[in-house]
Each structure stands twice: as structure tokens, then as C-alpha cells.
Nanobody
């Protein structure tokens, strides 16, 4: 499956942004989906994930209550709605697809990765 992330950009602290990840090449509802991010000079980290049917989500503590993941299987797209953004949310954001049913938090559980989209939050 091919993944294409989009929606990154520059936003002020406290603002909102929605990332999208469009999938092609394989039945989308056969995948749990995840979002990860990598800040400059840091390792890539888990942001959140969603199960195949969209009924279960999981978030990193650092974004819980501010970010929301949703999945539209009919559109082959997963979204990351980001709110109350902070400068420390600045990173390249990646989407990934996992053959697991439930939303895994580990990068090792993901089988396909998209290219990143840059989010910059100014103070």
C-alpha cells in the first residue's frame, strides 16, 4: 500500500491543523493506521493510532486531549486533527499502516510508511 501524507504547514501556538494520509494500492480497511513524528535531533516517536474499523484509538500522553485520529475507510484516508498546538509539537509527521487489527503503538508493528509532512508551530 502507498501512503501520502499532507496538510503540514506553519501555525501559531494554540492553533489547529489537520493532517491527512491517503492510501492506495490495497484495501484500506485491512489496516490499522498510526501517526508518528520526528522532531529535529530526536528519534521518531508515536503520536497516535486507530484500529481497522476506527472504533479504537490510542494516543501518546503528550498529545492526549489535544489530538484526534479518525479514519474514513470509504475515502481510504486517515486524519490527524491537532489542536492547542505547542512549539514542541514541531516535527515531521509520518503516517503508517499496520496489518494488526488493533492500533499498535510500536513502530515495529507497522508495515508501510508514507513520506513525512512538516508541521512547524511558532511561539
Amino acid at each position: 500500500v502507498q501512503l501520502q501524507a499532507s496538510g503540514g504547514g506553519l501555525v501559531q501556538a494554540g492553533g489547529s491543523l489537520r493532517l491527512s494520509c491517503a492510501a492506495s494500492g490495497r484495501t484500506f480497511n485491512g489496516f490499522a493506521m498510526g501517526w508518528f513524528r520526528q522532531a529535529p535531533g530526536k528519534e521518531r516517536e508515536f503520536v497516535g493510532s486507530i484500529s481497522r474499523n476506527g472504533g479504537t484509538t490510542r494516543y501518546a500522553d503528550s498529545v492526549k486531549g489535544r489530538f484526534t485520529i479518525s479514519k474514513e475507510n470509504t475515502k481510504n484516508t486517515v486524519y490527524l486533527q491537532m489542536g492547542s498546538l505547542k512549539p514542541e509539537d514541531t516535527a515531521v509527521y509520518y503516517c503508517a499502516a499496520s496489518l494488526s487489527y488493533y492500533p499498535p503503538p510500536s513502530q515495529n508493528d507497522y508495515d508501510y510508511w508514507g513520506q513525512g509532512t512538516l508541521v512547524t508551530v511558532s511561539s
